[in-house]
């Protein structure tokens, strides 16, 4: 159920308090995340002194997103707006944000830090350990016993087979952002379907983008796509933690889970997992976990132990 007081809450309210709670407490740091699963993920990771709010506001987030028309984020939008008001509001320093790295190059100013890879999820898809953890939870345990004398390669298995599946959409959804094509591609946040074979799997993604644009060139769309399978074969693990969505992972993983091992398992337990799995100690061999500490130490915080 959707929290209507909240969705007319306006951005104002949520600067004026970040900056009652910078100005009366000193020693606070305030970090901006994109939505509740990332508050419930770094609120373990980061100290107890670290303070959170996600970027939801309803209708109002549209209406003041209009003021920056360079195509930024809730995170960027929101400590754009702080850093717009700089006459009034203080302890700009200490007011900070964390989100996906998605397809960016780069944060959009230093107070900004992009999680490993292309989201959270995939920061900690990418570590082998959490990766093990989720597996021996919900996958099948005699497909991982399968590789008794070398447990971290069946794990590497299952998770690049996961990866090899979704290549494809993921070259597509990183083309579709960096050429800015404006496809929709939300169907398939409801729409995708994991298939053992990965060429059927891939006509049935397109057959979804047809139905979703409809009002486009359905044969550049086409095309587009099968641009996109014909450089599949070759990327690193890296590479392809790297423009790999975590929704979509999640989805097809659990899809895989549901094949070999029965149980009423969702996507939220997927990722609740893999937030449950993911320490400190996984956190600290992390590229955000070091830029958040040179941060740090730089401006004389509090922020990560």
Same mark, same amino acid.
């Given at each position: 159920m959707r929290n209507s007081i *909240?969705?007319?809450?306006?951005?104002? !309210?949520? /600067?004026?308090? %970040?900056?009652?709670?910078?100005?009366?407490?000193?020693?606070?740091?305030?970090c901006v995340v994109e939505g509740k699963s990332d508050v419930a993920l770094f609120g373990k990771l980061l100290t107890d002194n670290v303070k959170f709010d996600d970027c939801f506001w309803g209708n109002e987030y549209r209406l003041f997103k209009e003021i920056f028309k360079d195509g930024c984020g809730? +995170?960027?939008? /929101?400590?754009?707006?702080?850093?717009? &008001?700089?006459?009034?509001?203080?302890?700009?320093?200490? =007011?900070?944000? %964390?989100?996906? *790295? #998605?397809?960016?190059?780069?944060?959009?100013?230093?107070?900004?830090?992009?999680?490993?890879?292309?989201?959270?999820?995939?920061? +900690?898809?990418?570590?082998?350990?959490?990766? *093990?953890?989720?597996?021996?939870?919900?996958?099948? &345990? &005699?497909?991982? &016993?399968?590789?008794? $004398?070398?447990?971290?390669?069946?794990?590497?298995? %299952?998770? /690049?087979?996961? =990866?090899?599946?979704?290549?494809?959409?993921?070259?597509?959804? *990183? !083309? $579709?952002?960096?050429?800015?094509?404006?496809? @929709? =591609?939300?169907? /398939?946040?409801?729409?995708? @379907?994991?298939?053992?074979?990965?060429?059927?799997?891939? #006509?049935?993604i397109i057959e979804e983008l047809k139905i979703s644009n409809n009002d486009k060139d359905i044969n550049k769309l086409i095309n587009i796509f099968n641009y996109c399978r014909k450089k599949t074969g070759d990327s690193s693990l890296e590479n392809l933690l790297d423009i790999t969505n975590g929704h979509d992972f999640s989805k097809i993983f659990v899809q895989m889970c549901k094949k070999y091992r029965s149980g009423k398992y969702r996507q939220e337990d997927i990722e609740r997992g893999l937030r449950i799995s993911f320490n400190k100690e996984s956190f600290r061999n992390t590229n955000l976990y070091n830029d958040l500490k040179k941060y740090q130490e730089k401006n004389k915080l509090r922020i990560v132990d």
């Open positions: *909240k969705d007319n809450v306006k951005p104002q !309210y949520f /600067l004026e308090r %970040i900056s009652w709670l910078l100005n009366y407490s000193p020693n606070t740091v305030y809730k +995170v960027e939008t /929101l400590i754009k707006m702080y850093d717009h &008001n700089h006459d009034k509001y203080n302890n700009r320093h200490r =007011l900070i944000g %964390i989100r996906d *790295k #998605d397809y960016e190059e780069k944060p959009a100013c230093e107070r900004i830090f992009f999680c490993d890879f292309c989201c959270a999820e995939m920061m +900690v898809i990418g570590n082998v350990n959490c990766f *093990k953890a989720i597996c021996k939870e919900f996958y099948c &345990n &005699n497909m991982l &016993n399968c590789y008794n $004398n070398n447990c971290s390669s069946g794990l590497h298995e %299952i998770r /690049l087979s996961c =990866l090899k599946h979704l290549e494809s959409l993921s070259r597509l959804r *990183k !083309y $579709n952002y960096d050429k800015q094509c404006g496809y @929709n =591609l939300t169907i /398939l946040d409801t729409k995708l @379907n994991y298939n053992d074979d990965v060429n059927e799997m891939n #006509d049935d």
